[in-house]
C-alpha cells in the first residue's frame, strides 16, 4: 500500500514553526485529569509538584521538541462563577511556558475538559445542547488567547480534547467560532483541531477543513486497542478479557470470550471493540490500516497533520511495547506526522515513575529519535 507523502516544505502545505512539534511528549495528570479528592492544599501541592522545571529540562535532555500541555477548565474557571477566571491556575501554566521556552521546547496547550464537556464523563455533556456553555467555551479560550497573544510561535493552542458526538456537524459548527475567537487576538496563531470519536483518524474526513492556513488537524493512535489497553481498569471490556497480549502476534483466540458470562454481562456494545481485531495479525501492516484515513487527510488537504497522543498501556509485555512503538514511530515519520506520546509520568502509560525516574530507556530512545 503506497501513500503520496507531504513533508512542511513541500509546495502548497505551510511551513511549521521553528518547533515543529515532531516528536514530544504529553503532560497528563498535571493540570488536567488530577486527582479531584485532594483537599484544597494537596492539590496546591499537587500543581506544584508533579511537574517542575527538572521535568521540563529532562524531557528536552531526551531530544524532544516540543510538550503538549493537557489542561482542565476547573484549573481555570470555577462553575459557581463562570467568567471570574483564577489567576492561580493561570500562574501554572505561565510557568511551563517559562519553563519549555528556556530549554527550547514548544507547546502545544490542550483544553483537556471544557465547561460541558469531558470525553471521560460523557454522560453529563452539556456542552453541544447548552448555548451558555458554548458561551463559557468560547470566553475561555478568548481568555487564553488574549493572555498569550504575545508568545511566541513556540506555542500552539488545541481547542478540545477527543470530542464523542453523533455527528461532526456541531464540533465543525463550535470549532469554527472557537478560530474566529482566537483569530481577533493572535491572527497567525498555530490552532490544532481533532475530530470525532475521541480523535479518531477515521473521524478526520468529517472535519471542516478550514481556510486558514495556520491550522494543524489532529488524531490520537492506540490501535489495536487489545494491545495498547489490555487489562485497562477503566475499561470493563479490557476487565472482562483480562489476557496478555503480545505485538506483533495473531489476535488470541476470542470464541472462550465472546461466550463468557463476563462477556455478556458487559453493557451493550462494549464486545464490540474487540470483534473488529478477530482472527486478524497485530502487527505494523494493521497498523498502517487504521492509520491509512489519516495518511489520506492528509494528501488530500495538503495541511500539517499532528498524532497528538499514542502508547502503550503498563501493563503491556516491554519488548512489545517497544516492537509496536518502533513501527508506528516508523509509519508517522515516513509521512511527516508529528507526534506527542502519552504520557511523561505515570498515568498507566509513563516514561517515568512517581520520582521522576526513567521507567524503560530504549523507549525513551525509540520515542526521541526524531526523523530524516
Given amino acids: 500500500m503506497t501513500t503520496t507523502q507531504h513533508s512542511p516544505s513541500q509546495p502548497g502545505m505551510p511551513a511549521l514553526p521553528r518547533h515543529r512539534y515532531q516528536n514530544g511528549v504529553n503532560l497528563g495528570g498535571w493540570l488536567s485529569q488530577y486527582p479531584r479528592q485532594l483537599s484544597p492544599q494537596a492539590l496546591q501541592d499537587h500543581f506544584a509538584s508533579f511537574i517542575t522545571r527538572a521535568d521540563i529540562q529532562q ?9 503538549r500541555l493537557p489542561i482542565d477548565y476547573p484549573l481555570l ?32 496547550l490542550d483544553l483537556h475538559k471544557a465547561p460541558g464537556f469531558a470525553f471521560d464523563n460523557l454522560q453529563a455533556a452539556t456542552l453541544f445542547q447548552q448555548p451558555a456553555q458554548q458561551a463559557r467555551y468560547l470566553n475561555l479560550w478568548q481568555a487564553l ?36 475567537h482566537i483569530r481577533q487576538s493572535n491572527p497567525q496563531r498555530w490552532i490544532v483541531i481533532g475530530g470525532n470519536n475521541y480523535n479518531a483518524a477515521s473521524e478526520l474526513a468529517n472535519l471542516d477543513v478550514l481556510d486558514d492556513p495556520h491550522i494543524i488537524y489532529t488524531f490520537h493512535f492506540y490501535e489495536p486497542m487489545i494491545f495498547t489497553h489490555q487489562n485497562a481498569y477503566w475499561m470493563p471490556v479490557m476487565q472482562a478479557f483480562r489476557q496478555t497480549v503480545e505485538y506483533p502476534a495473531d489476535c488470541p483466540d476470542l470464541a472462550a470470550f465472546f461466550n463468557s458470562p463476563a462477556t455478556a454481562q458487559l453493557p451493550a456494545g462494549h464486545a464490540d471493540l474487540m470483534k473488529r481485531y478477530a482472527g486478524l495479525r497485530l502487527d505494523q501492516n494493521l497498523l498502517r490500516t487504521f492509520l491509512q484515513p489519516a495518511l489520506d487527510f492528509q494528501e488530500r488537504i495538503g495541511r500539517p497533520l499532528y498524532c497528538g497522543e499514542f502508547g502503550v498501556i503498563d501493563q503491556a509485555p516491554v519488548e512489545s511495547n517497544l516492537r509496536w512503538h518502533r513501527d508506528l514511530l516508523e509509519l508517522l515519520d515516513a509521512a511527516g506526522i508529528g507526534r506527542a506520546i502519552w504520557s511523561y509520568k505515570q498515568m498507566d502509560f509513563g516514561l517515568v515513575d512517581a520520582a521522576g525516574q526513567v521507567n524503560h530507556p530504549a523507549l525513551i530512545e525509540i520515542v526521541s529519535k526524531r526523523a530524516g
Avoid: K, T
Fill in 77 to 108: 474557571e470555577n462553575d459557581d462563577q463562570p467568567g471570574s477566571y483564577l489567576e492561580s491556575g493561570f500562574g501554572f501554566i505561565d510557568s511551563c511556558l517559562e519553563w519549555c521556552q528556556a530549554a527550547g521546547l514548544g507547546v502545544v
Fill in 145 to 180: 488567547a488574549q493572555r498569550y497573544q504575545n508568545e511566541g510561535n513556540y506555542l500552539a493552542f488545541e481547542l478540545l480534547n477527543e470530542i464523542v458526538l453523533p455527528s461532526s456537524a456541531p464540533w465543525n459548527q463550535l470549532a469554527g467560532r472557537a478560530v474566529q
Fill in 59 to 67: 524531557i528536552a535532555s531526551w531530544g524532544m521538541d516540543h510538550v
